[in-house]
């Protein structure tokens, strides 16, 4: 089992950016491939981004294409969400979720979820 806490976000303007931070306790954070996901108000939790083990292989939803980058660092069991060039349609609470054990940009994929960190981006 592995407990996963989100951390960095904020109130940002428009074409800012932020870096979200997730780190992970119990069992080794390395052994799990990893997403993140947002959810706006009134949406469903949607895909953003994952990561695999090793961080050698990376999947984003289109929308966050060069903007958003997802990285991790086994060594400090802690993963990353690299966000560039902020809209005000990234407003959302962010997700990180480990354990994959199904198609990486469905939820239900994910067995461990971190309880989110609010990113606010004003126009």
């Known amino acids: 089992q592995v407990q996963l806490v989100e951390s960095g976000g904020g109130l940002v303007q428009a074409g800012g950016s932020l870096r979200l931070s997730c780190a992970a306790s119990?069992?080794?954070?390395?052994?799990?491939?990893m997403g993140w996901f947002r959810q706006a108000p009134g949406k469903e939790r949607d895909f953003v981004a994952y990561?695999?083990?090793?961080?050698?292989?990376?999947y984003y939803h289109y929308s966050v294409r060069g903007r958003l980058t997802i990285s991790r660092d086994n060594a400090k069991n802690t993963g990353y969400l690299q966000m560039n060039s902020l809209k005000p349609e990234d407003t959302a609470v962010y997700y990180c979720?480990?354990?994959?054990?199904?198609?990486?940009?469905?939820?239900?994929?994910?067995?461990?979820w971190g309880q989110g960190t609010q990113v606010t981006v004003s126009s």
């Open positions: 119990g069992r080794t954070f390395s052994s799990y491939a």
């Open positions: 979720a480990a354990g994959v054990h199904g198609p990486v940009d469905v939820t239900g994929s994910y067995t461990y």
């Open positions: 990561i695999n083990r090793n961080g050698g292989s990376t």
